[in-house]
């Protein structure tokens, strides 16, 4: 959460004045992201009643190269009726720009909170969302490796060192070593596959009430296994923060929503449990990774790599929550 | 700039709910104010055509006791035409509610953006508005002593300890000793007094073009010397960020516009060069005292007491600049 970087309002009025969106009327710097710097934007619009922006400056972490995939995928989305925020592109027709050397993109505003608590309604409705991007990303042309996939964790966990994840819980080397190892040697290579957000925590979807006004936050996308997106989900939305309570009703919730728009296929489902032991090593090995190289005193706030090895374990122990 | 304070999105609709302002439809913490947490709330309004309101949390460093007068102020202002916010009150009249104790008030958004090289134009509506919040704050009832006086100020050096200013800078506790007894010696006790702003930098001023749509952050104001302000607000617009380059033609702008809407007396006018330097003084002193007690390693950015010191000497060896 953080604005890196100060912009003027005058270079900031001189960046909208590329777009076709009216004038600069006003912006906040928003505390949002962790890789990048927001502004919320207000212009006077095309007929002069107002318009908002999220206005994005991707700092150093972010690849430009991979910038045409995640805002090409927003665009998709947003076009095939998903509540994506489009990316405004400038009068010569880019989808991003630089300022001071730094990529920046002017994106839609899309209106809704971040829950904290959900309720089984909201889980079944991003069920729902969820399953809706996966139809609407088939044709999508373009592709990126995920990056944070098995050889990632391996990479990450590697990255924490000898004794590195026992410093941090005792019990945590064994957990990951076993877990790992069998997630290496059993991760399915023929469940079907497309673009999958990766990252859809309750940070990342607007809601008003049970429906989801916006999917937000999509630099975790990637091309990969279809059903491993909905797994990153449930480990996100069913359990609460620590890790340590499971919701059987926001599960199910979530679930049914699912299929109500795209059915699992039999092995979709069958794979859900090893699924979702990936998707719990994922965050933990790179919550593990930020919290050995992160100092205990930098602004960032480190979150507790526990709170996913709990989730790993619950996975392990009861494949039966996707039966 | 910083949101100091996580709060759920249930806890803000449960909040929002406490007032009159519709259903909350969005909300983004903000990165401004530098005592107190903000979030740019939406909500669906009166008629569901959308409302905008700005969220403070007061965090501790302000006192609960002075909120009445702060809150106070701006509704009186806003009552009287003036470019400031008007608090919302909730259902029962209150100006402000708690949330997880710490008082909380809901403000009017306004638009436009903070200047960072202001022109002219812009320098002599702030003038405009200055005056006419002087004219304004006439009746207020309320008073707040000003703890960043000649008083404040020699607290606030005696502070920074024996070489403390000589550790910022070799000339920097000669100047300032001078200067200081000069001003305790000399600063006026007959001067015209009312409610002033007391920090009207160009942050704390919301611009479109050259019309100001919004003053802020009354989180300084007290009942002071009205020409204080006015020289408050020269020192604060009237220089390069670091004080090293004077703008006459913004000085001239700034003191025309002012004198538009509000003559100066000629007993104010002929102390403006000792209230100027007396400016100067009290963000010098308040800067120098946070840059000796804030670590360097610290997450709030320390601004640089020389930046004062250098517009202090200008004012000292150039007192023509208000004839």
Chains 1, 2 share one sequence.
């Not at 890196?4 to 928003?30: N, P």
């Not at 925590?201 to 996308?221: E, Q, R």
């Amino acid at each position: 959460m953080a604005v890196y970087t100060h912009l003027g309002a005058e270079q900031l009025a001189g960046l909208i004045g590329e777009f076709d969106v009216g004038a600069l009327r006003s912006a906040k710097g928003i505390a949002e992201g962790v890789q990048n710097s927001n502004w919320l934007i207000e212009t006077t619009g095309h007929d002069g009643a107002g318009a908002r922006f999220i206005l994005t400056m991707y700092e150093e972490r972010t690849e430009v190269s991979e910038l045409p995939f995640f805002l090409g995928l927003m665009d998709h989305l947003s076009a095939r009726g998903c509540p994506v925020p489009a990316t405004i592109h400038d009068r010569a027709g880019a989808a991003f720009r630089r300022l001071d050397g730094k990529p920046v993109a002017l994106i839609e505003f899309l209106s809704g909170v971040s829950v904290s608590e959900p309720t089984a309604g909201q889980a079944r409705a991003v069920g729902e969302a969820l399953a809706r991007v996966h139809l609407a990303g088939q044709d999508f042309a373009m592709r990126r490796a995920n990056n944070l996939g098995p050889e990632g964790w391996r990479r990450l966990i590697d990255g924490c060192g000898p004794g590195g994840l026992d410093g941090i819980d005792p019990a945590l080397g064994a957990l990951v070593g076993a877990e790992l190892a069998d997630l290496l040697a059993q991760w399915p290579a023929d469940l079907p596959g497309s673009v999958i957000h990766a990252d859809l925590f309750p940070d990342n979807v607007l809601m008003i009430d049970d429906t989801v006004c916006g999917l937000i936050d999509f630099y975790f996308a990637c091309t990969d296994i279809i059903a491993y997106d909905l797994a990153v989900t449930h480990a996100a939305w069913c359990f609460d923060a620590t890790g340590t309570r499971f919701a059987p009703d926001l599960s199910a919730a979530l679930l049914a929503g699912y299929e109500a728009v795209r059915l699992l296929s039999p092995a979709e489902r069958s794979a859900l449990p090893l699924l979702a032991r990936g998707a719990a090593m994922r965050f933990l090995a790179s919550r593990a990774y930020d919290w050995l190289h992160t100092p205990s005193d930098a602004f960032v706030t480190r979150k507790d790599p526990l709170a996913f090895a709990r989730r790993l374990s619950f996975y392990r122990d009861n494949p039966g929550v996707f039966a």
